[in-house]
C-alpha cells in the first residue's frame, strides 16, 4: 500500500506535523508527504495548454506528481487553516490539477482523508470543501469523516485527544482492504 500526503503546512513541528506524526505511525506501507511550502511548483497561469494536450506545459516537480499518482492507493491533504481555506502553496498544487478536469484522471479508484488544525475564531467548511473537491479530481472514492483540530490557539494538536484517536482510526481505516 502507498499513501501520498499533501501537507500545507510551512511549520516542521507545528500542530499539523504532530497529527501527521501519529497518522504515519499507524499506516502501513510506504507514505511520500510533499510538503507544498518546499515544492518548486508553480501555481496554474490558465494558459489552457492542457485543453488540447495531455499534461501541463510547465516543467517543475508537479511532473513527477503526475507521473507517479497511479501508484498511490491513498491520498491525505493535511493542513492548517488560513483565512479558513488552505494555504497558498497547497492551493498552487491543487491549480495544477487543471488537466485533470479536460481529461479526468481515470486512474485506480483511491481512499483518502483531509486533517485541518486551526485556531481562532474562523471555521473548517471552506477548507474542507476544497480538499474534498482536490481529493475528487485525483480520483478518490472513498473520503473518510474529516479530522479537525479547531483548538489549537488554547489547546495544541498533540494534546488533542480525540484528534489523535481520530487519525489512528483514519490510517486503520485506510490498512483495511489496501
Known amino acids: 500500500m ?16 504532530s497529527l501527521l506524526s501519529v497518522f504515519k505511525a499507524t499506516l502501513l506501507g510506504e507514505v511520500l508527504q510533499i510538503d507544498a511550502f518546499e515544492a518548486n511548483i508553480s501555481p496554474c497561469t490558465d494558459c489552457r495548454a492542457c485543453s488540447n494536450h495531455s499534461g501541463c506545459c510547465k516543467q517543475d516537480e508537479m511532473q513527477e506528481f503526475y ?22 502553496p497547497l492551493m498552487s ?13 481515470t486512474g485506480k479508484p483511491k481512499k483518502g482523508g483531509i486533517l485541518l488544525v486551526g485556531g481562532g475564531s474562523g471555521g473548517a467548511e471552506k477548507a474542507e470543501s476544497t480538499a474534498r473537491l482536490i481529493l475528487k479530481q485525483l480520483n478518490v472514492k472513498e473520503i473518510h469523516p474529516l479530522i479537525l483540530s479547531n483548538k489549537t490557539d488554547s489547546v495544541p494538536t498533540k494534546d488533542d485527544q480525540a484528534s489523535l484517536r481520530s487519525v489512528c ?9 489496501n
Open 169 to 177: 482510526a483514519l490510517a486503520e481505516w485506510m490498512n483495511k482492504n
Open 93 to 105: 498544487i491543487a491549480s495544477r490539477l487543471q488537466p485533470y478536469f479536460y481529461r479526468p484522471y
Open 2 to 17: 502507498k499513501t501520498l500526503i499533501l501537507n500545507g503546512s510551512p511549520r516542521k513541528e507545528g500542530d499539523t506535523a
Open 67 to 88: 507521473r507517479k499518482l497511479e501508484e498511490y492507493d491513498n491520498i491525505i491533504i493535511a493542513s492548517p487553516i488560513w483565512m479558513e481555506t488552505l494555504p497558498p
